[in-house]
């Protein structure tokens, strides 16, 4: 009993550290995609030039997704005509380039790790661009469209088809704090946490588990670590395995990943980890549904090999400025909740999550919220448009 109430204090105290930075990250979240529309995204994202990745890129961090809802938002760009390697650019950096993941990172390993992210995530997207233009054919992309156009469900399908963007016009501050403009932050705000949450449950769960009942000296050979060119070139091909087993994805594998780098993994190897979000197992099934068992495997080893590659690379550039952080300092939250910083940040952050859910709940947020399975086909008439209350 004592080893179950350990793990589960270790999961308290993580979640009670990251609380405040989730919901600036998904609030952030929501106010981008109150006032941007996505027929606008589809517009941008018409080939595979590194402009136009840069856009991609760029638009992915502003709509913040779990990996489910991102790996369907991907789908459903492409299937209006967006360029997929311009999807997958969406898609790695809508999970991996966030506001919310970086301040979580910074929190919970420092703000090194945070770095790494954003140095890495842009190599990535590079490395899966060059790997798509070298070996993705005409053949297997006609195939991967033809099966995302018979719009097979995979998962959070009705969260992705919805718009819930303003559609009146004025400036950003117009349409931002009018009536529509609130409630659509609202609906926003509480839908992505409700795609969020099995996952960031379940990362927490998984995170304070290891800690508390798998010994240290396990990861430590498992990691080479006291073997330092071992541990570097193995960290990045091990990391990704790790994720893709754990089932977790989005920010719900930092958690673990606070326990993998303490345990011995190199830092390039966390990196990878983290990275992995989008080729965990279910996610892989989604795949072989939305565009075919061939695409899902040519996925799986250009994205495998991507992040391996950024996480080689960011372990050279970090490591050659001395920014690799020392691990004796990483240390897993496990002091429960303390009168600090973090507790007056989340006492107003809360209220402020609070605001939002009251505004979702009084403007027809439930109806939404019981439509986010859906159907993949479910508003491309439009009809998946947020119909906000005026109250």
Request: charge should be positive; hydrophobic fraction near 55%.
């Amino acid at each position: 009993m004592h080893a179950i109430w350990h793990a589960l204090s270790i999961a308290g105290s993580m979640a009670w550290e990251i609380t405040w930075a989730l919901i600036l990250g998904f609030a952030l979240s929501a106010v981008v995609q109150a006032v941007v529309r996505k027929s606008t995204v589809v517009s941008l994202l018409g080939d595979d030039r590194p402009r136009t990745l840069a856009a991609a890129a760029g638009l992915g961090i502003a709509s913040s997704s779990c990996s489910y809802a991102a790996v369907a938002l991907a789908r459903s760009l492409f299937r209006k005509g967006a360029d997929f390697t311009a999807t997958m650019a969406f898609e790695i950096a809508s999970t991996n380039l966030v506001v919310e993941l970086g301040v979580i990172l910074a929190l919970l390993m420092g703000w090194q790790f945070t770095a790494a992210e954003f140095v890495g995530g842009p190599v990535m997207i590079a490395v899966l661009a060059v790997l798509f233009r070298l070996l993705l054919r005409d053949k297997l992309l006609r195939e991967a469209r033809e099966q995302a156009g018979r719009g097979v469900a995979g998962s959070m399908e009705g969260h992705a088809a919805m718009d819930m963007s303003v559609r009146r016009e004025g400036s950003f501050a117009q349409r931002l704090f009018s009536r529509e403009g609130s409630t659509s932050v609202s609906h926003a705000f509480v839908m992505e946490w409700a795609a969020i949450l099995r996952d960031l449950v379940a990362g927490l769960l998984i995170a304070g588990a290891i800690a508390a009942w798998v010994p240290d000296s396990f990861w430590r050979a498992f990691f080479f670590d006291g073997h330092p060119l071992a541990a570097k070139l193995w960290g990045p091909l091990i990391g990704p395995v790790v994720a893709i087993a754990s089932f977790v994805c989005s920010v719900g594998n930092v958690p673990l990943a606070v326990v993998l780098w303490k345990g011995g993994i190199s830092f390039g190897g966390v990196v990878a980890f983290l990275f992995a979000d989008l080729v965990i197992l279910p996610i892989l099934n989604i795949y072989r549904k939305y565009y075919g068992a061939r695409m899902a495997l040519f996925l799986l080893g250009t994205f495998f090999a991507a992040m391996a590659v950024a996480g080689y690379l960011v372990e050279f550039i970090f490591g050659g400025l001395g920014l690799v952080p020392d691990r004796a300092d990483a240390t897993v939250p496990d002091s429960g909740v303390s009168w600090n910083y973090t507790t007056w940040l989340n006492v107003a952050f809360l209220l402020l999550a609070a605001a939002l859910v009251i505004r979702f709940l009084r403007t027809g947020g439930k109806d939404m919220l019981s439509m986010m399975g859906g159907s993949p086909d479910f508003g491309h008439d439009g009809t998946t448009r947020a119909r906000h209350s005026q109250r």
